[in-house]
């Protein structure tokens, strides 16, 4: 299984962006992805999960809730990330990747070590 972000850019603040997951070698239908941040110097952050199978579920970091939403195309295999009003604070690299068990434990779906096959990142630059 692979997966491939792609969809950033630059943008000024207020601005949105919508980011693109691109899976390959496996059908998105049960599979349940995250989307990650990481700004240079700091750690890896969760923003937004949807969960695999036929009812899905989304959770989101605070930082995000209400600005960012998650939705996916089972027949493209893809995900999307639409960010909206987004802040400088929004800047960092984002990755897509799957998460490794069937669903994850109340409250831990932003644990970067419950993922794999990480893609590799597309940059994401807000201006002030």
């Known amino acids: 299984v692979q997966l491939q972000a792609s969809g950033g850019g630059l943008v000024q603040a207020g601005g949105s962006l919508r980011l693109s997951c691109t899976i390959s070698g496996f059908s998105l239908g049960n599979l349940a992805v995250a989307w990650f941040r990481q700004a240079p110097g700091k750690e890896r952050e969760g923003t937004s999960y949807s969960s695999g199978g036929g009812r899905t579920t989304t959770y989101y970091s605070d930082s995000v809730k209400g600005r960012f939403s998650i939705s996916r195309d089972n027949a493209k295999n893809t995900v999307y990330l639409q960010m909206n009003s987004l802040k400088p604070e929004d800047t960092g690299t984002y990755y897509c990747?799957?998460?490794?068990?069937?669903?994850?434990?109340?409250?831990?779906?932003?644990?970067?070590?419950?993922?794999?096959?990480w893609g590799r990142g597309t940059q994401v630059t807000v201006s002030s």
């Open positions: 990747a799957r998460f490794s068990g069937s669903h994850p434990i109340a409250g831990t779906w932003a644990t970067p070590s419950q993922y794999e096959s």
